[in-house]
């Protein structure tokens, strides 16, 4: 986004975002068919594969906790011994954490009925995997489902919805003063939207970690960063919420007694080994899962460049494809890159084929995706952010503040109330094979 800067007035030059105009088989047609084949057998090697890891770092850890005492390494100053177990633990709870994430992903297919060709199975393995990580997962997999089918539009997404200008309480849009695009904002409303919004780099930092820490409980229990025109205090723990249907209420009790199984198992282990040992053992990766959820989620649906829909615009086809694959970690070099994706089971880097088609399981979703992007670019469309990483959600968090409360395709605005993108469209009635692009606008 390059700026122009008059004495009273900022105008900026915005990047085009291409706006699908495909179908769903245009998009399906893209992707190979054994793609789309389920193996429960093979989806549990997957979980296998993270519980050993999982249990080799702990045992590793075991094992060197130990070792790091006067009798075996000599240390310059005797402070250093405590510190290099903390250091130990450290490692240990941001790799368990890291790959806890990989099971919660599995779980994450299982509500997609991604796991296996069975139903029954599907659910019995998401249930457990979800309830061990403290997720109501009937209550999560309802909204989610929901989520799928109506991402980035503005009134019946579930998460990640974007505030607009008249829910923040900023003053209203003056035409005379500025673009409703956000390509032109005069210098006396950028000083009063960023009095309002802006935010210091501590204030961001701040922000950004109370968002990754604390945002997936609060958005199960109370709502956070969901759905606006839900109640109050909308919870996925209640079965009466308004995002269930009434026949939907038992599965909603049944998550709950997972979480009270889940809940009664973390009292009995504090009895048993303590509160210290639980909470370096299990508690802080719990809390890394969490961490790595909310950053994964948030960078693949928010982002400058990512349009919102309004229903007279929305379609399935373009809410699929209003989300990003990033590099998870990619920006600590290309193995911290590979070791997020493997980790993780590729969740952020093949999320747009996801949003296509939610029960491709993930060992195909590479394959999936390579096809996908291939098919997208003879459109014009590239959906691959950044890496993900905390800088990435330090940037995104500063750019990303409102959107307008008019428009039907509406991009995220920073605290100068100026846009980084545009929506421009494809011309259908060109007559060659290339494609001709149009600003809506012109």
Same mark, same amino acid.
């Given at each position: 986004m390059s700026t122009k800067s008059s004495s009273a007035r900022t105008t900026v030059e915005q990047q085009p975002f291409v706006i699908p105009d495909l179908t769903v088989k245009d998009l399906l047609s893209a992707i190979p068919a054994h793609c789309h084949k389920r193996s429960a057998f093979k989806s549990s090697l997957y979980i296998l594969m993270d519980v050993a890891i999982i249990g080799g770092f702990y045992k590793l850890t075991r094992f060197l906790d130990p070792l790091i005492a006067p009798e075996y390494v000599e240390l310059p100053h005797a402070y250093l011994y405590p510190a290099a177990r903390f250091a130990l633990w450290a490692l240990y709870t941001f790799f368990v954490g890291l790959f806890a994430t990989g099971l919660w992903v599995i779980a994450h297919e299982c509500g997609h009925q991604a796991f296996s060709e069975s139903k029954t199975v599907n659910n019995a393995v998401g249930w457990v995997l979800h309830s061990a990580l403290g997720v109501p997962y009937h209550a999560w997999r309802i909204t989610h489902a929901k989520h799928h089918a109506s991402t980035?539009?503005? %009134? &019946? !997404? &579930?998460?990640?919805? +974007?505030?607009?200008?008249?829910?923040?309480?900023?003053?209203?849009?003056?035409?005379?003063? =500025?673009?409703?695009?956000? @390509? @032109?904002?005069?210098?006396?409303?950028?000083?009063?939207? *960023?009095?309002?919004?802006? !935010?210091s780099p501590i204030g961001a930092i701040y922000g950004s970690l109370r968002y990754l820490i604390g945002g997936w409980p609060a958005y199960l229990i109370w709502n956070a960063s969901g759905q606006s025109r839900y109640p109050k205090d909308t919870s996925h723990f209640s079965p009466s919420a308004v995002m269930f249907r009434p026949d939907q209420r038992g599965q909603i009790i049944i998550s709950n007694v997972g979480i009270m199984l889940w809940m009664a198992g973390l009292i009995m282990a504090i009895s048993q080994w303590g509160f210290f040992e639980v909470f370096r053992v299990y508690l802080i990766p719990y809390l890394w899962v969490? /961490?790595?959820?909310?950053?994964? %989620?948030?960078? &693949?649906?928010?982002? +400058?460049?990512?349009? /919102?829909?309004?229903?007279? =615009?929305? %379609?399935?086809?373009?809410?699929?494809?209003? %989300?990003? !694959?990033?590099?998870?970690?990619? !920006?600590?070099?290309?193995?911290?890159? *590979?070791?997020?994706a493997f980790a993780t089971h590729g969740i952020s880097e093949t999320h747009v084929a996801h949003h296509v088609c939610s029960k491709i399981p993930h060992y195909h979703a590479w394959e999936a995706t390579d096809a996908l992007r291939k098919r997208l670019a003879q459109h014009g469309i590239k959906l691959e952010g950044r890496p993900g990483g905390w800088a990435e959600v330090y940037r995104v968090f500063k750019e990303c503040k409102f959107v307008e409360d008019e428009g039907d395709i509406v991009f995220y605005k920073n605290a100068y109330g100026l846009a980084a993108t545009k929506p421009v469209f494809t011309d259908n009635t060109a007559s060659d094979s290339g494609i001709e692009i149009m600003d809506k606008d012109a």
């Open positions: 980035g539009h503005m %009134t &019946q !997404d &579930q998460v990640f919805v +974007p505030k607009t200008r008249s829910e923040l309480g900023l003053p209203p849009f003056d035409p005379s003063k =500025e673009d409703l695009a956000g @390509s @032109s904002v005069s210098e006396e409303v950028q000083r009063e939207l *960023w009095e309002a919004l802006g !935010d969490n /961490h790595w959820l909310v950053l994964i %989620t948030f960078l &693949q649906h928010t982002d +400058p460049i990512l349009p /919102h829909y309004r229903a007279s =615009e929305f %379609t399935f086809p373009r809410g699929a494809l209003a %989300t990003l !694959d990033r590099s998870l970690l990619g !920006d600590l070099g290309s193995f911290m890159g *590979w070791l997020g």
